[in-house]
């Protein structure tokens, strides 16, 4: 009798043990639908002047303010790497051509499926570009991903139409002076971004995005039209951290998303720009987990959702910002 | 008797612990990633030296025809296209308008043809020319669309068009480097 109680007595342990183990893995499988989020240093503009940026926080020789005492900056341009159960996506495409680097002052930079190598993933396998907008900096190299689907609003492409029908010259030009184009409607559409985004487009692999879309569950685009060109869009993907907000250029700077600077102004409208950054505060709660495409203190402590860096290739840098259960580190 | 159920009692806890540690082990990140080396510097190039007085006219000279005409018409091309595959299907309406693009691209290189170049440019300026050359036979591709429906054309077009933006590229490296800004 005694050996029987006994036994019932193990046999209910193990039971209870197999259902906390039960317990346990569902309790993970339940936070599988977080996604685990990257960020990569695609290149780095170097020796921005401060109040082409920012134009708020212009450089005043001698000055002791913080806010005027910055003469140039160190621009990267961080693309978003996101994992999604299976799914693997890139926020922004950043570029690749030397010319642009020659001409624009550029270091750090290295191809993005190498960077994707370094990080343990495949170009190939990289499922969704969304665009955030698309001028040359941020929608190149899409010809690298062959089985990416571009995400693009319609917005943004109507407005390059527009421009470049426009009946004045000047305004229409891609390139309104030979020391760079001048924020005119066109600037920054270059033939060589725009002929990859046509040739995704002919290829039937782009999505012409009218506003909002949830492109996965949790994953969903939030338009910010003319927070930086036209047709800008954000992107918010849930993960282990919060919710954080991707924003490109509608989010050059995050201490402008913080301070409540417009920055970066191009095909802009400042105050959509300031609601866009309101946008980031609703949705995740506050500017932490705002992601911006040019922050300089992007890879620092003093950026604290990026500071899990860590220098990768050709000096560039790499930031784990959140992992989903049971994704492992991808720091090396 | 107490001993043999205190036995049990501690046998069955410790397996139910050690199988909860198990079990909260794997939900661990584990294994730092492998250790990378650092690529060498991909070679950008020298610093380009300044353009000398000749060639900067030279430049001067070509630049209405880039930014006000090829520019405008390259991307324009590319819109032809996304208007055609995302809107309407027209065929006529996109002969009608690669046509006038293919005529902007001919205008443009006849015009360049004529300009007076440079010794030291003359590599430059036939790559200019070789991109405008195929704008315009992309351009007169695309035109084939409304003869055949066969959207093939436009594949083909497409990528001439990327390999002359490629090369118009190169040439605005050389002739106008402030050309692009961070954005």
Request: proline residues 6%; negative net charge; aromatic residues 8%.
């Amino acid at each position: 009798m005694r050996n029987l109680v006994r036994r019932i007595a193990l046999l209910g342990s193990l039971a209870i043990a197999g259902l906390a183990w039960l317990a346990i893995t569902n309790g993970a499988a339940a936070q599988d639908q977080n996604c685990s989020v990257w960020l990569i240093e695609s290149s780095r503009f170097m020796k921005v002047p401060m109040g082409g940026f920012i134009p708020d926080r212009a450089f005043i020789p001698g000055s002791t303010d913080p806010n005027h005492n910055i003469n140039t900056v160190d621009l990267p341009v961080n693309v978003g790497v996101i994992k999604c159960g299976n799914e693997l996506m890139l926020y922004d495409s950043g570029w690749k051509q030397q010319e642009y680097h020659k001409m624009t002052g550029t270091e750090h930079w290295a191809p993005l499926p190498d960077q994707l190598k370094s990080l343990g993933f495949d170009a190939n396998d990289v499922s969704k570009i969304i665009i955030g907008h698309g001028h040359w900096d941020h929608a190149g190299q899409l010809s690298d991903f062959p089985n990416a689907v571009i995400y693009i609003q319609r917005e943004e492409l109507n407005a390059i139409e527009w421009a470049l029908n426009y009946p004045n010259p000047k305004i229409a030009a891609v390139n309104n002076s030979p020391g760079g184009c001048k924020r005119t409607p066109a600037c920054g559409y270059e033939p060589l971004t725009v002929a990859e985004i046509y040739g995704k487009v002919l290829h039937g692999k782009a999505v012409i995005v009218d506003g909002e879309a949830e492109i996965l569950p949790g994953v969903k685009i939030h338009p910010a039209f003319r927070a930086h060109t036209a047709g800008s869009q954000l992107l918010e993907v849930p993960t282990t951290i919060g919710k954080v907000v991707f924003g490109s250029d509608a989010y050059s700077s995050w201490e402008g998303i913080r301070d409540w600077y417009p920055a970066n102004i191009q095909q802009t409208d400042t105050v959509q720009q300031i609601l866009a950054y309101e946008k980031c505060y609703k949705i995740t709660g506050g500017f932490q987990n705002c992601i911006s495409a040019h922050e300089p203190l992007t890879y620092t402590d003093a950026y604290p959702i990026t500071k899990n860096s860590w220098v990768a290739l050709n000096g560039g840098r790499m930031a784990e910002i959140a992992l989903a259960a049971g994704e492992k580190s991808h720091k090396p | 008797m107490i001993l043999p159920r205190a036995r049990t009692l501690v046998l069955s806890t410790a397996i139910v612990a050690l199988v909860a540690m198990v079990g909260v082990a794997t939900q661990r990140e584990l294994m730092p990633g492998a250790t990378l080396s650092p690529e060498a510097d991909p070679k950008v190039g020298p610093e380009q030296k300044a353009l000398s007085a000749e060639e900067e006219s030279y430049a001067e000279a070509l630049w209405p025809i880039h930014s006000e005409v090829v520019e405008v018409s390259a991307v324009d091309m590319s819109f032809a296209g996304v208007a055609y595959v995302t809107r309407d299907r027209d065929a006529r309406r996109l002969e009608q308008k690669a046509a006038e693009l293919r005529d902007r691209f001919r205008t443009a290189a006849d015009q360049a043809r004529a300009m007076a170049v440079p010794d030291s440019m003359h590599q430059v300026h036939d790559q200019y020319l070789e991109a405008l050359e195929l704008y315009e036979t992309a351009s007169a591709e695309m035109t084939k669309v409304a003869a055949d429906g066969k959207v093939e054309h436009l594949f083909d077009a497409q990528a001439m068009s990327q390999r002359a933006a490629e090369n118009l590229l190169k040439v605005e490296d050389v002739l106008w480097p402030g050309e692009y800004k961070p954005h």
